[in-house]
């Protein structure tokens, strides 16, 4: 390249390098441009990111990659790592839950910082390197999404506001008329399934005649979540007449429990669910649900990190959610 430029290899470097201005004339840098583009010349990107200490790449942990929300959110980090010439990779705890192993052996030499999601906070254990704030200590930087704030030496954190969601449903279906509830939960040892449950106790407990008649623990999937209704449904006593659940695909396995036991939703029996997935949509009746800014999530996760790695405070804070109410919901029988 410098042969067909006619000038140095030390120039040729630092035009290429972006260090000419003040050294080399402009026309001599467009020379080196042209004669780079004429040869096809590319950066050798593994050779800049050794030289700099830095592999551009941004580790995404998360329970499972085939669940809507969390595929939103990696688009959501990976638009903002693009804009900064980073990459995401994508990685899911094993069984959703529990240690992961280290996916690259060496996580500290192949990554920048980590995101990670409250409900894959196990896997972090396994992976090399991962600390809970900046790298000063020689780890790497670490953002959490949706895991408590008041953590004692935690790390920056970006989360939903989660109780107001579910804040959200209960007072919903209260106007409603609504006094006797059951609770399906997800059976998951995370912050933002902890807040769900205390949330929907206190909210009722503030409110005269309002009861809550149970709480059925199970884990995220349809089946389960049309085996818990059934249980709650079929105990002795006065019957719930509106269920509040963890999430869409629970709502979806209680509309499938209501049905075959006979119970019209919403004239029987409203069902509420949570995160607003094209799910919610696609059965009939239509679920009311609270709509979860999943890419906005991804977003600030992302610019959090960079923040870390530039020595920054990270912006973390909580997005804002939305009770979006459908026909799955009506005023009790």
């Known amino acids: 390249m410098a042969r067909v430029a006619g000038v140095s290899q030390a120039t040729v470097s630092l035009v290429l390098g972006g260090k000419w201005r003040g050294r080399v004339s402009e026309r001599t840098a467009a020379a080196v441009r042209e004669a780079a583009g004429s040869l096809g010349y590319l950066p050798n990107l593994a050779a800049r990111n050794l030289r700099l200490g830095r592999t551009r790449t941004a580790l995404l942990v998360v329970p499972a990659i085939t669940h809507e929300y969390f595929a939103r959110v990696y688009s959501g980090a990976a638009a903002v790592a693009a804009e900064h010439g980073f990459g995401v990779v994508l990685y899911p705890s094993p069984a959703g ?8 052996g060496s996580a500290r030499a192949a990554i920048d ?5 409250s409900m894959a906070a196990d896997a972090l254990a396994g992976i090399a390197g991962a600390t809970s704030g ?6 790497l930087p ?7 704030p008041a953590a004692p ?12 969601g579910i804040r959200q449903v209960v007072r919903h279906l209260l106007a409603l008329g609504h006094r006797r509830f059951a609770h ?11 807040v769900r449950a205390e949330t929907v106790a206190a909210e009722l407990a503030r409110v005269p005649g309002a009861v809550l008649l149970g709480t059925e623990r199970c884990a995220l999937d349809v089946a389960a979540g049309r085996a818990a209704a059934a249980r709650v449904l079929a105990r002795p006593g006065p019957a719930p007449t509106a269920l509040i659940c963890d999430s869409d695909v629970l709502a979806a396995g209680a509309c499938k429990a209501a049905r075959g036991l006979g119970l019209d939703v919403p004239g029987r029996l409203s069902v ?3 995160d607003d997935l094209s799910l919610a949509t696609a059965i009939d009746p239509e679920l009311t649900t609270v709509r979860l800014p999943a890419e906005e999530v991804g977003a600030a996760g992302m610019t959090a990190l960079l923040a870390l790695l530039n020595g920054m405070d990270a912006p973390g804070g909580t997005l804002p959610v939305h009770l979006i109410p459908r026909t799955s919901t009506a005023p009790p029988p």
Do not use: K
């Not at 900046?134 to 780890?139: I, Y």
């Not at 030496?153 to 107001?164: F, I, R």
């Open 153 to 164: 030496g935690g790390a920056p954190t970006v989360n939903l506001a989660v109780a107001d």
């Open 184 to 194: 399906i939960a997800g059976e998951v040892d995370a912050w933002t399934f902890r």
């Open 272 to 274: 509420a669910g949570f």
């Open 113 to 117: 910082g980590v995101i990670a999601s």
């Open 142 to 148: 670490l953002v959490m999404l949706d895991s408590d």
């Open 97 to 104: 839950v529990g240690r992961a192993r280290d996916p690259f």
């Open 134 to 139: 900046a790298a000063e200590d020689g780890g």
